[in-house]
Nanobody, 118 residues
Framework: QVQLVESGGGLVQPGGSLRLSCVGS????????MAWYRQAPGKQRELVAA???????NYGDSVKGRFTISRDNAKNTIYLEMNSLKLEDTAVYYC????????????WGQGTQVTVSS
């Protein structure tokens, strides 16, 4: 069973920065597309950023130019560097791993709270 554990969330002022980490168990993650999603109160979960097993990133429109996703396959870890944070970035951020080995897999972390407030 794959487990994903997020860390790095917290309270930050507008314009500030945070770095989220997601550590996963299992070598299966090396072939997975890893992603960060977020869900704000009363809103649907949305894709923040994703990165393929080959390291190609993709970003949601609202975070382009401000957030950077990266991965370290040797450590089974992905990161989300968040800069120029805005009030509307406040949400629970979830780590996700998707891929296929014979069958598709889709794993979620428990989430970490990011609050942007003055």
């Amino acid at each position: 069973q794959v487990q994903l554990v997020e860390s790095g969330g917290g309270l930050v002022q507008p314009g500030g920065s945070l770095r989220l980490s997601c550590v996963g168990s299992g070598s299966i993650l090396k072939i997975a597309t890893m992603a960060w999603y977020r869900q704000a109160p009363g809103k649907q979960r949305e894709l923040v950023a994703a990165i393929t097993s080959g390291g190609n990133p993709n970003y949601g429109d609202s975070v382009k130019g401000r957030f950077t996703i990266s991965r370290d396959n040797a450590k089974n870890t992905i990161y989300l560097e968040m800069n120029s944070l805005k009030l509307e970035d406040t949400a629970v951020y979830y780590c996700n791993a998707q891929g296929q080995i014979l069958t598709r897999f889709n794993y979620w972390g428990q989430g970490t709270q990011v609050t942007v407030s003055s």
